[in-house]
């Protein structure tokens, strides 16, 4: 025992806080990356921004034909790291996914290769309230 806690529980302990030590430069990491290369917009400026730029739906197809913005091409992420090149880089590219997760790994790879006009819808397509489309079957 040591002050009074078994190794077990004090083991317990340290792992808890290891695993929150880790997220926590995982989040701030993520963060920094996602301000350094793009700007997040809320969705009326994504919505005043996106007719004039490449608007693109990182989602996999299945998500982005159940209902996606109107306007946008689905471009999955998995994807977009072969044919990225499809992108033009003289105009602004806003992109979304279900979060933000994917949109932030897209921008930092988008901004490593050039593009520099990038935008990310706050907190993806589940909290968009405006026009979509779904897919005909």
């Not at 809320?42 to 996606?68: P, S, Y």
């Not at 602004?92 to 901004?111: R, W």
Request: aromatic share 14%; hydrophobic share 40%.
């Amino acid at each position: 025992m040591i002050l009074g806690i078994s190794k077990g529980l004090l083991t317990v302990n340290l792992v808890i806080i290891a695993l929150i030590l880790i997220w926590l430069i995982s989040w701030g990491y993520n963060n920094w990356r996602r301000n350094h290369y793009a700007t997040v917009l809320d969705q009326e400026d994504f919505q005043k921004g996106m007719r004039k730029a490449q608007v693109i739906d990182l989602r996999q197809e299945k998500e982005f034909n159940a209902g996606h913005i109107l306007g946008a091409r689905n471009l999955p992420y998995i994807y977009l790291r072969q044919q990225y090149g499809e992108l033009r880089n003289d105009l602004p590219v806003y992109m979304y996914d279900e979060s933000m997760t994917l949109s932030t790994q897209a921008a930092a790879f988008l901004g490593k290769h050039g593009y520099k006009e990038l935008y990310i819808l706050r907190n993806g397509y589940r909290e968009w309230d405006g026009k979509t489309k779904k897919a005909k079957y």
